[in-house]
């Protein structure tokens, strides 16, 4: 299940692929739409919407003129166009968000380190209304339930058919920090709990024992997709932007780093005692 973003990502590749095929310049494809390097260089690298004149006119370019591979294409440009799943929660939304919505629809393959919070696939309703009012506590309670809903909505993928496989490292920090209180923390840890019983999840926890590792400088996602054509994305959300992180040495980074955490957080076998103990000592 694919969202606009994705779809850029994977148009944009093929795009890039047929120009390099061609050994035609970002210059000369270009000129052939009547537009400039940069645009053809945004086009490719998905962080624009797509006119389908324009593609047409570069496939015709790069020796695709009509036929099933033209159709194929044009009928990805037209999904990548299309609004996403959340273009009802528009009204909450940042904009640097949406395209992450899009992404994490599209992938077969969450990596996630958390060291403030539970990631908000696994949030419970009241463990996300207390997060959200940390972050938003002028907003209205009406604003703050959409906010919410759009959460438990996003939660839905791993339930689905085809689901991603969620790998989180969460710091032990996540397991005590009483975020909207103690009974809010208990029904969270009890959710963590029941999501250890599902085979799309693997979640591990790195005691605060361990030291200090790779990923200390904070929370990140990456996120892989089932297309060949598109590379890992990296994630890094800040308090009023998000990076988003493609290029080969950064992705292989912060792929060192998780595999680092991997390997120096608690197995995943043991993450059901961690999270029974956790209750024990919160008076569950």
């Not at 899009?102 to 969450?110: K, T, V, Y």
């Not at 591990?204 to 990456?222: C, K, L, Y």
Request: charged share 25%.
């Amino acid at each position: 299940m694919d969202g606009p973003t994705a779809r850029r990502l994977q148009v944009g590749a093929q795009l890039r692929q047929l120009r390099e095929g061609r050994g035609l310049t970002r210059a000369e494809a270009g000129w052939a739409i009547r537009s400039s390097e940069s645009k053809i260089s945004r086009m490719e690298l998905g962080r624009v919407g797509f006119k389908e004149r324009d593609v047409v006119d570069l496939l015709r370019l790069y020796g695709l003129d009509g036929g099933d591979e033209t159709a194929r294409l044009l009928t990805l440009v037209r999904e990548a166009n299309a609004p996403g799943w959340w273009h009802a929660y528009q009204d909450v939304l940042s904009p640097w968000f949406q395209n992450y919505l899009d992404l994490e629809q599209a992938a077969e393959l969450i990596r996630t380190y958390e060291v403030q919070f539970v990631p908000g696939l696994l949030q419970t309703a009241a463990y996300a209304r207390a997060v959200i009012n940390l972050g938003h506590g002028s907003c209205l309670p009406a604003e703050v339930e959409r906010r919410v809903e759009l959460r438990m909505a996003r939660a839905t993928i791993l339930g689905r058919p085809d689901p991603p496989l969620l790998w989180a490292v969460l710091d032990e920090a996540v397991l005590r920090r009483p975020i909207g209180g103690v009974d809010v923390l208990r029904e969270q840890v009890e959710a963590l709990l029941r999501a250890t019983e599902l085979p799309n999840v693997r979640l591990q926890v790195i005691p605060f024992g361990a030291g200090g590792h790779p990923a200390a400088g904070g929370a990140f996602s990456i996120l892989r997709f089932p297309h060949p054509d598109l590379s890992d994305v990296v994630y890094v959300e800040h308090l009023t932007t998000a990076l988003y992180l493609d290029k080969a040495e950064d992705v292989d980074l912060y792929a060192a780093a998780v595999g680092q955490l991997f390997i120096e957080a608690e197995p995943p076998q043991r993450t059901p005692d961690i999270l029974r103990r956790t209750l024990r000592d919160l008076g569950g």
